[in-house]
């Protein structure tokens, strides 16, 4: 099967990597899969034109600056044609969006589809590895500002990785961000006020977990206008609803205490002692390796 046609000014990419597979579309540019002609090894192919993303460059320049094991490498950059070409770290089991939905099963009796979560061992560990994730990020003062499960893949050695940095920023520790970026309903409540820390990243965290928990996406209460919705989003976080489907309260203490209101909402570090993950996560109170 003949390559994909390349795309304008990428032919710089092309003359050293052969083009496998097209991974993904997103807002701001296409992802392929490639293989480097000499060595034969694989990675990812990020194509972002200017025009669709200003915070191109800044991306670059934050993952130059990270390297730790929790993050998606960077490899080569190629800037021609009005885009940057990013060639990244392969992670080819997909991203937890599609790990969400892999679990989703036809009930026993009524076939009616469920969402079956991972034991909480394996709920906590993906938490646990993101956590320690993030935590490494704020230490060196750069908060991400988009973490959902669209931008958390997994390699084939089962470790989980935050990726897209493209709205991810340096911060002060003794200044507020104020800039109003992120995805709803994953953006804390304070950075629609635009002032807020890099514990917005926790509040995402929060979301995210709940997602991995229970297979759907929360929604603050005072966010919704139907009141329908709103009985909705406060039955997702009832005791009954975590105690139903085998998750028990530890599980939504810990959900709630990554989402509450600042400054209740600790950060990385003090969320990586909570109760819930020092009892069910076999790395708690590992050393973090960067």
Not at 32 to 54: C, G, L, M, S
Not at 84 to 110: H, N, W, Y
Request: proline share 6%.
């Amino acid at each position: 099967m003949p390559s994909p046609a390349p795309p304008f000014g990428s032919q710089a990419v092309l003359d050293e990597y052969t083009v496998l597979k097209v991974l993904g579309a997103g807002k701001f540019g296409e992802v392929n899969e490639v293989k480097h002609k000499e060595t034969k090894k694989r990675f990812a192919w990020k194509r972002v034109k200017f025009e669709n993303d200003p915070h191109c460059e800044a991306e670059v320049q934050v993952l130059k600056q990270l390297k730790h094991h929790g993050v998606v490498g960077i490899y080569q950059v190629f800037s021609q044609g009005g885009a940057l070409d990013l060639i990244l770290e392969l992670c080819s089991r997909g991203d937890m969006q599609q790990f969400i939905e892999s679990k989703v099963e036809p009930a026993p009796m009524t076939g009616k589809k469920m969402y079956v979560p991972p034991v909480l061992e394996t709920i906590a560990d993906i938490t646990q590895q993101l956590l320690a994730t993030v935590s490494f990020l704020h230490e060196n003062c750069v908060a991400h500002r988009d973490i959902k499960p669209e931008n958390v893949l997994l390699t084939s050695r089962t470790q989980w990785k935050l990726a897209d940095f493209n709205l991810a920023t340096t911060f002060d520790p003794n200044e507020y961000m104020a800039e109003h970026v992120g995805t709803t309903p994953f953006k804390a409540p304070e950075v629609e006020d635009m002032k807020y820390t890099e514990k917005c990243d926790i509040y995402s965290m929060g979301i995210l977990f709940i997602a991995l928990a229970t297979g759907k996406r929360y929604w603050r209460p005072e966010s919704l206008e139907d009141e329908e919705d709103k009985l909705v989003a406060e039955e997702l976080l009832s005791e009954k609803t975590w105690k139903d489907a085998e998750l028990g309260k530890p599980a939504l203490d810990f959900a709630k205490y990554m989402i509450s209101l600042e400054p209740e909402r600790g950060s990385a570090e003090e969320a990586l002692k909570h109760p819930f993950l020092m009892q069910y996560s076999s790395q708690a109170g590992c050393c973090t390796i960067s």
